[in-house]
């Protein structure tokens, strides 16, 4: 049967996980960046990035509009040619919708455009945009 997913079980110490063979199996090479993204369930991505620059954008969407925002959140998006590297949402948080969205590099003009231009809509109840720098040890 084909493998979807691979797990290991491993220890943190002082901060730090040990990938051990995973690190092999999904390409991860020995001093390359990568983006650790951690979820209030206790899940961890670790998702290989070529930029250690990268920008993540949070929007608040009112629930009742979601998927019209949604249509032209991506739309514009792809005009303004940002390179998402992940993205995630939770629904419902009652009257409102989570979407944040990593973006490669922090193309800092692309940004706050793509920003301010969310900022005008209606539907768009609240945005943040951090710069997430890579970390040296």
Request: aromatic share 6%.
């Given at each position: 049967m084909?493998?979807?997913?691979?797990?290991i079980l491993t220890t943190v110490l002082d901060g730090k996980i040990d990938l051990g063979e995973l690190q092999n199996d999904v390409g991860?090479?020995?001093?390359?960046?990568?983006?650790?993204?951690?979820?209030?369930?206790?899940?961890?991505?670790?998702?290989?990035?070529?930029d250690p620059e990268i920008a993540l954008l949070r929007v608040c969407i009112a629930i009742?509009?979601?998927?019209?925002?949604?249509?032209?959140?991506?739309?514009?998006?792809?005009?303004?040619?940002?390179?998402?590297?992940?993205?995630?949402?939770?629904?419902?948080?009652?009257?409102?919708?989570?979407?944040e969205g990593y973006f490669s590099g922090f193309p800092e003009d692309k940004m706050n455009e793509f920003r301010t231009w969310l900022d005008t809509l209606d539907m768009?109840?609240?945005?943040?945009?951090?710069?997430?720098?890579?970390?040296?040890?």
């Open positions: 084909k493998e979807l997913t691979k797990g991860i090479n020995e001093g390359e960046s990568i983006l650790l993204i951690g979820t209030r369930s206790k899940f961890i991505r670790l998702i290989p990035i070529e009742d509009s979601f998927e019209d925002a949604s249509h032209l959140l991506l739309k514009r998006m792809r005009n303004l040619k940002l390179k998402l590297i992940h993205s995630t949402g939770f629904c419902p948080l009652s009257d409102r919708c989570i979407w768009v109840l609240e945005t943040e945009l951090h710069h997430l720098h890579q970390q040296r040890q």
